[in-house]
């Protein structure tokens, strides 16, 4: 498995184009280092997931060979705080009184900082290793929370 980040050098049409006969044909070729080649089959449903708009990725001719699309849009607010919950209660990770409610207020809403639903996964994840890590009682405080949500996301401004 290799993400498209993993080659800088090459623009993800390349890579993706690579793909396209052998998604087209069923069938990749493989050469080894000895000039040896070998036909193996290439039976795949593949899934790419970006931030970038279809015009980016390729030409029309391209994108017609993605055959499906989805527009995956920002969680509402209480949908947000259904995924945090259901996902802290998975893991039985309490959530003192109000901490949720005040974190979205300072983090997300004072800053308009928009809403992801991979967001409290990621951040809970960083909250239950912080807490595993300096063996804090297994609860998500406020300032657990906001040293996860610190540690998940990179400030892009010029000053930092």
Known sequence: HRDLHSFPTR??????????????RRVDYLTFKNGTKMHVPFETFLIFSTNLKPAQLGDEAF??????KMLL???????????????????????????????LERRYR??????????????????????????????????????????NFVDTTEDS
């Open 11 to 24: 623009r993800s049409s390349d890579l993706l184009n690579r793909w396209i006969v052998p998604m087209e």
């Open 63 to 68: 994108l017609r060979r993605i055959q499906y």
């Open 110 to 151: 004072a800053t308009s900082k928009p809403l992801r639903r991979c967001h409290p996964r990621d951040i809970l994840t960083h909250a239950m290793d912080l807490v595993r890590f300096e063996r804090r009682p297994w609860e998500l405080t406020e300032e657990v929370l906001d040293l996860a949500f610190e540690s």
């Open 73 to 103: 849009r920002s969680p509402e607010l209480e949908e947000f705080v259904t995924i945090f919950t259901r996902f802290a209660g998975q893991h039985d990770l309490p959530i003192g009184e109000r901490v949720l409610e005040d974190f």
